[in-house]
C-alpha cells in the first residue's frame, strides 16, 4: 500500500548535455496501475529506474507515502521490479525461483512455503512448481518472473516492458492477466510500455511522455477522446489520428464550415458548444483531428447531413474482414508534431502528395482501390487544436 509522487523529477546525462526525463511530476494513487508510455527514446525507463533507486536523480523529488526516497538504497525502497529481460535462475526449480527473495531474507521455511503456494496459486503456476525455467513456455516464464516480484509483497511494482519478449497471442493473455493480479493485490504499480494498446487497457490512468516532458496523464478513455496536444492525439489510435490544417469559417447560425484544402464540411453548432474557445478561432486556421473510426462509407450511413462528407480517391482499399482500412489524398496540408516543447513551429507543411488520409469503414463497404467514394464524417467528433501550439481547443 502506497502512494508515490514525482515531483519535477529529472534525469541528466552527459553534464546536462541530455535530458533523459524532464521535470516530471504525477501523482500515482495508492492501488493505482499507472500505465508510463511514449516512443523509444522518451525516457520511460530512466523515470522507472529512478523510482526504483538505480539512477541517480538529478533534480526533483520521489515520494513514496509522504517520505522522499531519493537517497534510500533500491534495497531499502519497498519496490519490486520486473524487467523485459527477467533472469531466472535456470537451474533452479519454479518453487526456488519464487522463493528465492524469502530464502536469501532467511524467512522461516514454513512461511515461505506458504507464500510461494499462495502466489503460484495467483499467477496459476501451481502445476509448475518443481520444473525448471528450461522446461517452460514465454508466458509461464513471465508469469514466474512476476512471481518472484509478488511473493515479497512489495509496496510498489515497477514493470519495465514485460511482455515484449512474448508472441502477440501471449502478450494479449498475459496483459488481462496482469490486470487481473494488479487488480486482486491492489498494489501500486508503475507500468512501462511503447504499446498503446497495453497503455489504453491496462491502465487506471495514462501518462504519456515524448522527449523527457509529460504530455499528459489521463484516463483511457480522455486520453482517447480529448488528448492535450497533437503528439498524443496521434499517438494513441490505430490507424492514427489524420490531422491536417484548415481553415475555419465565420460563425453563423449553423456553426461554421471548415474548408479543408479543396473541401469543406459544416462544424456544427453543437461542436462550439462543446468546445467554447473555438468560437475564437472562428475565421483563422486550426488544426482539425479526424480518427480513421470516425469516418464512413456514405452508402452505409443513409441520411448522413450532405455537409458533412468529403468525395476522394482511394489509392488503396484494405478488407481486413472486420474493417475496411481506405487511403485517399486530401489537398490539405499534413499537420505534424515536431517538438512539443518548443510550442512554436509545431507543425509543418509536407510536400504535396504525402498528405495521406485514412478511414476506416466497416466490412460492409465495398470500396475498392481505385474507386471514387463519398466520405460521411462524423463532425461532432471532430478534434481541434491551436494552429501555433498544437494544443487542443477546449476552454472550460
Ligand atoms: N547512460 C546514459 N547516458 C546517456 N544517455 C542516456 C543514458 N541512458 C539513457 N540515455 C538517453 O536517455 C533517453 C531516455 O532513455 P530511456 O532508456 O529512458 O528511454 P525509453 O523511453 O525507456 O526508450 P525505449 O522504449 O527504447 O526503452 C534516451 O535518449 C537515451 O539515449
Ligand atoms: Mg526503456
Redesign the pocket.
Known amino acids: 500500500m502506497a502512494k508515490v509522487v514525482l515531483d519535477n523529477l529529472t534525469k541528466q546525462?552527459?553534464h546536462g548535455y541530455?535530458t533523459?526525463v524532464n521535470k516530471l511530476s504525477v501523482d500515482i494513487a495508492d492501488g493505482e496501475f499507472l500505465v508510463l508510455v511514449?516512443p523509444?527514446?522518451?525516457?520511460?525507463?530512466?523515470?522507472l529506474r529512478m523510482i526504483a533507486g538505480l539512477e541517480e536523480i538529478s533534480g526533483g523529488t520521489v515520494a513514496i507515502d509522504g517520505e522522499v526516497v531519493n537517497e534510500v538504497h533500491a534495497k531499502d525502497r519497498d519496490i519490486a521490479m520486473v524487467f523485459q529481460n527477467y533472469a531466472l535462475y535456470p537451474h533452479m526449480s519454479v518453487y526456488d525461483n519464487i522463493a528465492f527473495a524469502l530464502q536469501i531474507a532467511k524467512v522461516p521455511r514454513q512461511e515461505i512455503d506458504r507464500k510461494v503456494t499462495e502466489v503460484a496459486g495467483i499467477l496459476q503456476l501451481e502445476p509448475y512448481l518443481g520444473r525448471r525455467p528450461g522446461q517452460l513456455s514465454g508466458g509461464q516464464r513471465q508469469r514466474v518472473a512476476m512471481g518472484r516480484a509478488i511473493v515479497r509483497q512489495p509496496s510498489v511494482f515497477l514493470m519495465d516492458?514485460p511482455l515484449s519478449n512474448l508472441d502477440a497471442k501471449l502478450r494479449v493473455q498475459m496483459r488481462s492477466e496482469i490486470a487481473r493480479i494488479q487488480d486482486r493485490l491492489g498494489t501500486t504499480t508503475i507500468y512501462?510500455t511503447?504499446d498503446q494498446v497495453e497503455a489504453m487497457t491496462m491502465g487506471d490512468r495514462v501518462a504519456l511522455m515524448k522527449d523527457?516532458v509529460l504530455q499528459q496523464v489521463d484516463t483511457p478513455s480522455n486520453i482517447y477522446g480529448r488528448p492535450a496536444n497533437i503528439f498524443v492525439a496521434s499517438f494513441i489510435g490505430s490507424p492514427a489520428m489524420n490531422l491536417y490544417h484548415a481553415q475555419l469559417g465565420e460563425r453563423g447560425a449553423g456553426g461554421a464550415s471548415l474548408k479543408l484544402g479543396s473541401r469543406s464540411l459544416q462544424v456544427t453548432e453543437s461542436v462550439f458548444q462543446q468546445r467554447p474557445d473555438l468560437a475564437r478561432h472562428a475565421g483563422g486556421e486550426v488544426i482539425v483531428g479526424m480518427r480513421p473510426e470516425d469516418m464512413e462509407d456514405l452508402a452505409l450511413v443513409p441520411g448522413h447531413p450532405p455537409d458533412q462528407t468529403i468525395t476522394a480517391d482511394v489509392y488503396l482499399s484494405e478488407a481486413l474482414g472486420s474493417d475496411n482500412i481506405v487511403h485517399f489524398n486530401l489537398d490539405a496540408r499534413v499537420a505534424e508534431v515536431i517538438d512539443p516543447d518548443t510550442l512554436s513551429d509545431i507543425s509543418k507543411s509536407l510536400d504535396g502528395g504525402s498528405s495521406a488520409c485514412v478511414a476506416r469503414f466497416d466490412a460492409k463497404s465495398t470500396v475498392r482501390t481505385g474507386e471514387r467514394v463519398r466520405i460521411a464524417v462524423d463532425c461532432a467528433r471532430l478534434h481541434f487544436f491551436d494552429a501555433q501550439s498544437g494544443l487542443a481547443i477546449w476552454g472550460d
Open positions: 546525462y552527459a541530455i533523459a511514449g523509444s527514446g522518451c525516457g520511460k525507463s530512466t523515470a516492458e512501462v511503447h523527457g
